[in-house]
C-alpha cells in the first residue's frame, strides 16, 4: 500500500525539501520506511487565517495530500498526520491506538483517555508497548456517504469529519489501518479453465463513478418508462453485484471510464467500482478510458494503477515502461491445476483519451505504434511457444480488451450480427490499422466500451483471396461492451435505453467462444451469439445491416 499511497501524496517516496505553507524551516522531509501513527490533526488554511496557526514539523508531519473541501471553497482543510518509525520507537513515545470521529467516546479502562482534536476527531494514545499490532499505522481519507474501503485490514469510519462544508459536497471520512497489512494471500494467483473446459469474463464497461453518490438523469423502469433524477453510484454498485451473482464470473474486466470526468478524488470513486468484485474474491483485470484521467483534480493513470495493483484479485499492471500508455498487458488463462499449459490468451490496452482536431471532433489518439509492436512481437512470441510445446493439439483462444473502438467498428461495411448500433462511432480519426495486428496475431474478438448505447458483435467482410493464398479467415469480432454505469449516459437523442453489460465464455475443450448481454430488468440472456467454433472464427448468418446499424433501433 506504501507504494500506491507515495503518488498519493500520503508518505514521501524519497528525502524532498518541504514547500508547504505549515513547514516552519527548509529542513527535508524523514523518510518513513515502517510507518506508526504518534498524532493527527486538521489545519484550515483561508485568505483571513494565518498560516502561521498550524506550523507543523514537517520532519515528523505528512499531509495527506487531499482537500477536505474537495477544492469548492476559498479555504482548504487538510489532514496531518504524525509519524514515526517502528524502528525508532522508545518506550516512552505515545503511539495511536484508536480514532473516533463524532462524541467524545467513553475512556477505557486503562487510566488512558481520548484526546480532542479538529474537525471532531478525539484519538486515544498510550506508550509503546514494544509492538504496533494495535497501533495506529495508517491513515486515509475517504469521500461520501457511499464510500468504500476494500483494502484488507483498513476500517473506514462511520461519521464523517465536522469540517462545516457546503451541504453538496461529499463529505470527508477516515479510513484506518491497524497493525501491519498482511500479505496478498492472492497475489497474482493463476487464472484457471474450469474441470467442464469452461472459463467465463464478465465485462464492465462505463461505470462512470464519482466522488459522493452523483446523479443519473436518464434511468427508465422495465416498461421503459422515464424515471426521476436519482443517486447513481448506489444503483450502479447494485447492479454489478446483481449481475456478478447471477453469472460468478472467472475474472472481470473493467473496459475503461471507471470514473467520470473531473473526478474530485479519484481513489473514493475507484473503490466503489471494485469493491463488489473484491468482495466476492473475483480476480479483475482493467484498462483504462478517455475520462478516468480527465480534470485538474483527478490522479493520473499511473496513480491509478498503482492504487489498482495493490488491491486484492487484482491482476492489473502498467505495462513495459517503452510502450505507450499505461496498462499495456496480457494475462494466460491456464488448463486445471497442476498443468501450466495456457488455453487463452488475453490483450489489454490503453486506448488513451481525446486530442484537439481539425478532422474531428470530438476526436481521439489511436493506437500507437509502440503498442502495436508490443502486441505483435508478445503475440508471436506466444504462437512459438505454443508450437514447441505442441499444446497436444489443444485449442488456444485469445481475446483483446480496450476503451476506445477502433475506427473499424464505425466502417459502413461492418456486418452487425447481434445487438444495435443506436448510436454513431466515436473514435480515432486516424487509422493505425491495429485491427489488422490483431488478425495476424490471431485474435478471435474484441471488446471495448465509450460508446454506452451501442452493444453489437460485428464483423467486417473477408478480403478477396488472391491466387495461392490461404482462404482469408474472417474476424476477428467486434463486440461492444454496453454502458453500465448510472452515471453515465445510457440515451441517444430522445430514447432511453436500459444498463447493461457484456459476458464471455470460452469453452477450451470444443475450441468455442460465444457472448450475451446482462440487461437490466431481463431475467434471461440478451443477444446470445456463437463467435467461435472449433477454434476459428464463425459467420453465422443474420440480418445485414439494414435495421441493426442505424442510429436508433
Not at 408 to 434: A, K, Q, V, W, Y
Not at 479 to 504: A, I, L, N, Q
Not at 508 to 528: I, N, P
Request: glycine content about 8%; hydrophobic content about 35%.
Amino acid at each position: 500500500m506504501l507504494r500506491a499511497l507515495e503518488f498519493l501524496g500520503v508518505f514521501p517516496s524519497k528525502t524532498a525539501t518541504s514547500s508547504t505553507p505549515y513547514a516552519t524551516s527548509s529542513h527535508t522531509t524523514t523518510i518513513v520506511t515502517h510507518p506508526v501513527v504518534t498524532d493527527l490533526t486538521v489545519c484550515i488554511f483561508s485568505p483571513t487565517i494565518s498560516p502561521s496557526i498550524c506550523e507543523l514539523d514537517p520532519r515528523i508531519w505528512h499531509r495527506i495530500e487531499k482537500d477536505l473541501y474537495l477544492y469548492t471553497s476559498q479555504q482548504s482543510a487538510w489532514l496531518y498526520v504524525a509519524l514515526a518509525n517502528e524502528e525508532e520507537l522508545a518506550d516512552e513515545d505515545l503511539l495511536v491506538m484508536d480514532i473516533r470521529v463524532g462524541e467524545p467516546p467513553p475512556s477505557p479502562g486503562s487510566g488512558h483517555s481520548w484526546e480532542s482534536r479538529p474537525g471532531g476527531i478525539w484519538v486515544l494514545r498510550s506508550k509503546f508497548s514494544g509492538r504496533v499490532d494495535q497501533a495506529v499505522t495508517e491513515v486515509d481519507v475517504l469521500f461520501g456517504v457511499d464510500a468504500v474501503d476494500p483494502r484488507p485490514q483498513w476500517a473506514l469510519i462511520r461519521s464523517s469529519l465536522q469540517l462545516n462544508a457546503q451541504p453538496k459536497v461529499p463529505v470527508a471520512r477516515l479510513s484506518v489501518l491497524h497493525g501491519r497489512a498482511k500479505p496478498r494471500p492472492d497475489a497474482r494467483a493463476a487464472l484457471r479453465i474450469r474441470e467442464d473446459g469452461k472459463f467465463k469474463i464478465v465485462q464492465i464497461s462505463d461505470t462512470h463513478m464519482v466522488t459522493g453518490v452523483g446523479v443519473c438523469k436518464d434511468a427508465i423502469d422495465a416498461h421503459g418508462k422515464n424515471l426521476p433524477e436519482s443517486e447513481a453510484d448506489p444503483l450502479t454498485v447494485d447492479f454489478i453485484g446483481k449481475i456478478l451473482d447471477i453469472e460468478k464470473p472467472d475474472l472481470v474486466i473493467l473496459t475503461g471510464d471507471q470514473l467520470h470526468h473531473d473526478t474530485s478524488d479519484s481513489q473514493s470513486a475507484l473503490f466503489k467500482v471494485v469493491a463488489p468484485i473484491i468482495k466476492r474474491s473475483i480476480p479483475f483485470a482493467a484498462v483504462f478510458g478517455n475520462h478516468d484521467s480527465e480534470g485538474i483534480h483527478a490522479l493520473s493513470r499511473r496513480s491509478q494503477m498503482l492504487i489498482l495493483q495493490d488491491l486484492p484479485f487484482s491482476l492489473c499492471e502498467p505495462g513495459p515502461e517503452q510502450v505507450d500508455g499505461i496498462g499495456n498487458f496480457y494475462l494466460q488463462v491456464l488448463a486445471p491445476a497442476p498443468s501450466q499449459l495456457p488455453l487463452s490468451t488475453l490483450y489489454f490496452l490503453d486506448s488513451h483519451g481525446q486530442i484537439p482536431s481539425k478532422i474531428h471532433n470530438p476526436d481521439y489518439d489511436p493506437i500507437k505504434q509502440s503498442q502495436i509492436d508490443w502486441f505483435t512481437n508478445t503475440s508471436q512470441a506466444q504462437q512459438r511457444s505454443r508450437e514447441k510445446d505442441n499444446n497436444d493439439n489443444r485449442f488456444h483462444l485469445s481475446l483483446a480488451f480496450l476503451h476506445i473502438p477502433l475506427p473499424e467498428f464505425g466502417d459502413r461495411h461492418l456486418r452487425i450480427r447481434n445487438g444495435h448500433r443506436r448510436e454513431p462511432t466515436e473514435g480515432p480519426s486516424f487509422n493505425s490499422h491495429f485491427y489488422d495486428a490483431l488478425i495476424k496475431g490471431g485474435i478471435s474478438a474484441l471488446g471495448c466500451g465509450h460508446d454506452h448505447v451501442n452493444d453489437f458483435c460485428a464483423l467486417l467482410p473477408q478480403q478477396t483471396q488472391q491466387d495461392g493464398d490461404e482462404p482469408p479467415q474472417p474476424g476477428p469480432w467486434l463486440c461492444y461492451g454496453g454502458g453500465s454505469g448510472f452515471g453515465g449516459y445510457c440515451s441517444y437523442g430522445r430514447e432511453r435505453f436500459h444498463r447493461r453489460m457484456r459476458v464471455w465464455e470460452l469453452n477450451t475443450s470444443t475450441g468455442s467462444l460465444k457472448t450475451w448481454m446482462r440487461v437490466e430488468y431481463a431475467v434471461h440472456r440478451v443477444d446470445e451469439l456463437v463467435l467461435v467454433e472449433s477454434g476459428a472464427v464463425v459467420d453465422p448468418p443474420g440480418e445485414e445491416d439494414e435495421g441493426r446499424s442505424c442510429v436508433v433501433n
